[in-house]
């Protein structure tokens, strides 16, 4: 299993929806976990950073982390066309990991 | 505020050429971190230097190599080039390191090899 999986998409929704974001993490990485955006071309943005079980809202995102389930998710209200881009998951084990990230398409 | 810098934005070399790529971390921010991306890919870590010295090692190839200075700035060095080595090269900054730390990236050095 690798260290941080998510589903790599496309996911698709339309404006205005809700865009659900899951990563899954095995029990090498750390439990400080990380949202970063990334545009085709650019660097990753850091969107979120998510450190205990529970819900932490910035604007329209939501982290959320379960230990339990070993996984942690990135709700996006509201969604916007600017959104589209590849989200990324991380997190520390013996290096920062990322997963393969997901790619997000909001429909006008 | 202030990000990370990296210089050049855009490389071109042919193989069997060196390459230095340079990183410029967020004032105050004293550890630095490498990656390689490759198309389609997400970034893999190379290498990272907390207060000048080596911090961690990833999967960064022999044929590179890196440092960090006493400004905190790195440089990473690259030679006898391949055409694999075609991909995009992020540096990214963080305060202290831990896992704790947000890492916080450049806008990358693309470098193509010919």
């Known amino acids: 299993q690798k260290e941080v999986e998510q589903n790599s998409g496309p996911l698709s929704v339309p404006e205005g929806a809700i865009a659900s974001l899951n990563c899954t993490y095995s029990?090498?990485?750390?439990?400080?976990f990380f949202w970063y955006r990334q545009y085709s071309g650019k660097s990753p943005e850091l969107i979120m950073s998510i450190y205990s079980n529970g819900d932490k809202e910035d604007g329209r995102f939501t982290a959320q982390l379960n230990k339990a389930s070993q996984y942690v998710s990135l709700l996006i209200r509201d969604s916007q066309p600017s959104d589209s881009a590849t989200y990324l998951c991380a997190a520390y084990g013996q290096n920062f990991v990322f997963g393969p990230g997901t790619r997000l398409s909001v429909l006008p | 505020a202030a990000g990370v810098i990296q210089s050049p934005r855009h490389l071109i070399k042919e193989k069997r050429e060196t390459a230095t790529l340079k990183c410029y971390p967020i004032p105050r921010h004293d550890t630095v971190y490498w990656y390689q991306q490759g198309p389609g890919q997400d970034p893999q870590f190379l290498i990272s230097f907390y207060e000048k010295m080596q911090s961690d090692k990833g999967s960064i190839p022999d044929r590179f190599s890196a440092q960090q200075f006493s400004d905190y700035h790195s440089e990473l060095n690259m030679s006898s080039l391949e055409l694999g080595d075609s991909a995009l090269y992020f540096c990214?900054?963080?305060f202290g390191v831990g896992s704790n730390q947000p890492q916080h990236f450049g806008d990358g050095t693309r470098l193509s090899i010919l």
């Open positions: 990214a900054s963080s």
């Open positions: 029990d090498r990485v750390s439990q400080s």
